[in-house]
C-alpha cells in the first residue's frame, strides 16, 4: 500500500503573477514520473497538499481542469509561511504535490442543468477549473445555461485576466464580472458587490446549481439571494476553507461536528451545512 503522506515530486514549469500587488502567483507544475500524473486523477472541486521542502504543507484547490493535460494549476496567495517561501520559487525548482483530496462539486445533479457560478476573490481557483471543464467541447452540451458572476476589490485584483476576456466573448456562456470600486474611466464591467450584481443579473432559479465560492462576508450576503431568487439550500454548493493537517481525515484538525471538511468536504450543499454545528 502506499504511503498517503508521501507528495509526488513536480517542477515548476510556469509562474504569473497574477494581481498588481503580487500577492497572488499561479504556479504550473509538471510532474517529473508520468505514471504519477495518471495517479493524479483529479475532478473539479478538488484541493491539494502542496509541500516546500523544509518548510512544509498547504493545502490549495487545483485551479486548473482535468481536461487540460500534462500540468497542474494551483493559485497561491501570499499571507504566511509556506505561501512566502512558495512565491520565491523559481521556474524549474522542485516542489510536492500530495492528491488529490477531497469531494468535488455535484457534477452528475449538475448535468442537464442550468448552472450558476458565484465568485469572490482569489477564491475563484476552482471555479476556472470548473468554467474551463464545463467548456470543453465534449462536456459543453452536457450543461445548460452557464452564468458567472464573479468579483474583485478592483480591477487589477481580478484573477485569469486574458481568459475573463475570451469567457466574455463566448456566446456559451453568460459572463457579469465586477470589481467593488474602480475610478477607470475605461472600465465596460460592472461596478459592485458580488451579491447585489448576482441579484441584479439572475432572474431565477429555475432547474440551476449555484456553486459560490469566495470570502465568508461574501457567502453570508450571497445565500440569501440565491434563496429569494428560488434555489433550495440542496442546490445551493460551497466550499469551505478550514485550517488542515493531513487532508485525509486522520488527524482530526479541521472537523465541523462528525464532518472532517478535508475527507467530507471541502464541497458541502448548505443543505448539509445547515444541519452540522456552526463552526465554520
Ligand atoms: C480546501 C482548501 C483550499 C484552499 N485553496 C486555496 C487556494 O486555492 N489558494 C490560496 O491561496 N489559498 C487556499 N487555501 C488557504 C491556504 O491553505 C492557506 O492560506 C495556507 O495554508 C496558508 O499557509 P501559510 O503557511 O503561508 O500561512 P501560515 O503561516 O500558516 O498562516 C498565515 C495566515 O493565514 C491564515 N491561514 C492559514 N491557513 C489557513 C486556511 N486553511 N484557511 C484560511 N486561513 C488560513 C492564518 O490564520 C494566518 O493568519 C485553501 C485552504 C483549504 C482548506
Ligand atoms: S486535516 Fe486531518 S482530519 Fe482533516
Redesign the pocket.
Known amino acids: 500500500m502506499e504511503n498517503p503522506y508521501l507528495p509526488y515530486p513536480v517542477r515548476i514549469e510556469g509562474i504569473v503573477t497574477e494581481t498588481e500587488d503580487g500577492n497572488l502567483k499561479t504556479f504550473k507544475l509538471v510532474f517529473l514520473n508520468p505514471e504519477h500524473e495518471k495517479k493524479f486523477s483529479y475532478i473539479p472541486g478538488q484541493f491539494a497538499e502542496l509541500s516546500v521542502a523544509g518548510k512544509g504543507e498547504i493545502p490549495i484547490g487545483i485551479a486548473s481542469s482535468p481536461t487540460e493535460k500534462g500540468f497542474l494549476k494551483f493559485t497561491v496567495n501570499r499571507v504566511g509561511l509556506v505561501t512566502k517561501h512558495l512565491h520565491n520559487m523559481k521556474e524549474g525548482d522542485l516542489m510536492g504535490v500530495r492528491g488529490p483530496l477531497g469531494n468535488w462539486y455535484p457534477w452528475e445533479e449538475m448535468e442537464g442543468r442550468n448552472v450558476v457560478i458565484v465568485g469572490g476573490g482569489f477564491a475563484f481557483t476552482t471555479l476556472r477549473s470548473s468554467i474551463i471543464y464545463m467548456l470543453h467541447p465534449e462536456n459543453r452540451p452536457k450543461f445548460k445555461d452557464i452564468t458567472v458572476v464573479y468579483g474583485a476589490r478592483s480591477p487589477e485584483m481580478l484573477l485569469y485576466r486574458d481568459e475573463l476576456a475570451d469567457w466574455e466573448q463566448r456566446d456559451d456562456i453568460h459572463m457579469h464580472i465586477t470589481v467593488d470600486a474602480t475610478d477607470d474611466p475605461d472600465w465596460k464591467y460592472n461596478i459592485g458587490f458580488v451579491p447585489a450584481v448576482t441579484e441584479q443579473k439572475l432572474t431565477n432559479a429555475d432547474d440551476a446549481i449555484a456553486i459560490v465560492c469566495g470570502p465568508p462576508i461574501m457567502i453570508r450576503f450571497t445565500q440569501p439571494v440565491l434563496e429569494k431568487l428560488g434555489f433550495p439550500s440542496e442546490r445551493i454548493i460551497l466550499s469551505l476553507e478550514m485550517r488542515?493537517?493531513?487532508?485525509?481525515?486522520?488527524?482530526?484538525?479541521?472537523n465541523i461536528g462528525d464532518q472532517?471538511?478535508?475527507?467530507d468536504g471541502p464541497v458541502f450543499s448548505l443543505a448539509r451545512l445547515k444541519e452540522l454545528p456552526n463552526e465554520y
Do not use: A, D, E, S
Open positions: 488542515m493537517k493531513c487532508g485525509i481525515g486522520i488527524c482530526g484538525r479541521c472532517y471538511v478535508c475527507k
